[in-house]
């Protein structure tokens, strides 16, 4: 979740067995702790996402259909963990994540899942790269709302030049209800899931029928992201 960008692209293939493998290294928690302190608004959380929001955010995805999930911002995967568990054989998940620790981690706690060390704002590029040009659902742990607006602009653009018609993107978000203006800014349909068993209290947006970027309206909700 860093936005340094990575020196390469890697690849590991998946298979329809989620296996995951903690590493032996330090906590998760003061992994997170240290990233935040050293990279601040570009890292989510100084903590991990509880086990309670990790299943918020998967939850109501029909994964019999689902042929293809992409996870942003992985972090060290505790909404992947979820993921992995639920997903059917037939569905390829990608696992997107810029920071190289992080990415050390996931590959060392689910070997055998697919792990691209690259940029949010190229998914769509990363995606054509492995064949891929539709997904069913994006599932950001990213804090877009810390992000610059031309950066936030690019990243939700090419999660939506992927998505199906009725795909879904799927926001975490430790400060329910605050942001939502700015998900209502870029899609129709935004509806929220409050998670409260999280520290801090939190939810998910999800999205589906992103707008086009030249209306007045989304322009507008930019330049004020407050409301």
Not at 13 to 18: E, G, I, L, Y
Not at 57 to 84: F, H, M, R, S, W
Request: net charge positive.
């Amino acid at each position: 979740m860093s936005l340094k960008a990575p020196a390469a692209t890697r690849l590991r293939t998946t298979t329809s067995v989620a296996t995951e493998i903690r590493p032996p290294a330090s906590p998760d928690w003061w992994l997170m702790v240290r990233k935040f302190a050293r990279h601040g608004t570009s890292i989510a959380s100084f903590a991990p996402s509880s086990r309670f929001l990790s299943r918020k955010i998967v939850n109501g995805i029909d994964y019999d259909k689902a042929q293809c999930i992409v996870e942003l911002g992985a972090g060290t995967g505790p909404i992947t963990k979820e993921l992995l568990a639920r997903v059917k054989p037939h569905t390829r998940v990608i696992i997107l994540e810029l920071d190289p620790d992080f990415c050390v981690r996931l590959r060392a706690r689910f070997p055998s899942a697919e792990i691209v060390e690259g940029d949010a704002c190229k998914l769509d590029e990363l995606l054509a790269a492995r064949g891929i040009h539709q997904a069913d659902h994006v599932i950001s742990g990213l804090p877009l709302p810390s992000f610059p607006v031309a950066l936030r602009d690019g990243v939700i653009a090419s999660a939506a030049k992927v998505l199906g018609s009725e795909g879904t993107f799927r926001q975490l978000s430790v400060m329910p209800w605050v942001y939502k203006h700015i998900y209502t800014s870029y899609f129709e349909e935004v509806k929220f899931r409050f998670v409260p068993l999280n520290l801090p209290p939190a939810g998910v947006y999800v999205c589906k029928h992103y707008k086009s970027t030249n209306s007045d309206t989304v322009v507008e909700a930019k330049l004020n992201p407050r409301g």
